[in-house]
DNA sequence: TGATCTCCGATCAATATGGTCGTACTAAGA
DNA sequence: TCTTAGTACGACCATATTGATCGGAGATCA
């Protein structure tokens, strides 16, 4: 179904929640902490503390430990984009198992395979998707990008 | 990771082949059995069974019983798109658990999610980018001959 | 009628994922 | 400097999903 992992949801949530505060004009700067988020989200509060670790470790937030510790984002939330955080939690955008093989590292159908090449095309078009779309596009309600289509016009903003 | 399933690949695989035979210049219009797809690309032979059981099912292929039956499309190459393929195997495209939600099923974090319609953004445009492309767009180094078999009227884009 | 093939349901095994636990480390404040 | 609130980190378990297998029933053609 081409799901992207609940870890990966719960980091997209807590960038938010962590941006929304940080930049925004209640409490502008302020630290949040793992529990916040996960009481306000619902999210298992271990798992959450997880995520935010390999977003730290990822240098996307940054940790300040201790009292009255948390996290903060490393960067302004227009330079963090979606692809980026979810490639943080998930590992690089795969398609396909064999999208990258290196050595003799293959799958068993490689030598006969046709639908390598238009497989990675397309994995390519999702990545230009996810990487165009920032934190700060998620906040605002800023224009995202979009492709026209005569067959899908559901959602509204 | 967005992985598809191998299911699917092994889907787009055997539809590409049955594809490139019914509509290739050697034997035009030869069913396509099977075994032959599992020898040729390495599946195993009960798995790729079930999958192309599915996509008869789904009706995207038809299928002949008996000696000498097999496979064969049940529309032109160019009327099957990505999407439709991959879909019948692994169901509605759905990027996050909350992408189909009806009723009152519906993900803990949903009352303060803030991250669903962005998600549903995305979404959309994946959808639009498998849908854009047909399996006819797949066979870009095999013989893409338009010599139409009876059973299939084909339509140019 | 028998051989060959697809159809279809049930089932098993492997892997990935979601979620938990325990402990160590760090920093602020009394 | 001691205590406490917080993060860091690694090991671990449970469950869901997926990949793969098996066995028999139903068609079809020679």
Redesign the interface.
Known sequence: ????S?KA?YA??AL??IA?VQFGDVTPGRVVNTKEIAE????PLELLAKVLQVLSKQGLIESHNGPKGGYLLARSARQIT?AQI?ESI????????CSHEKDGDFC??RE????R???LK?QD??YQ??NN?TLG???GGTP????Q?P??Q??E?
């Open positions: 179904m081409l799901k992207i609940k949801d997209l949530m938010q929640h929304s306000e989200y619902n999210i979606i979810i998930e590992g690089p955008l795969a398609i396909t198992d068993m159908q006969h395979c046709n639908i090449t238009p497989l397309i078009s999702i998707l996810l779309m596009d998620m906040m995202l990008i979009t492709i289509s067959s899908a559901g959602v903003r």
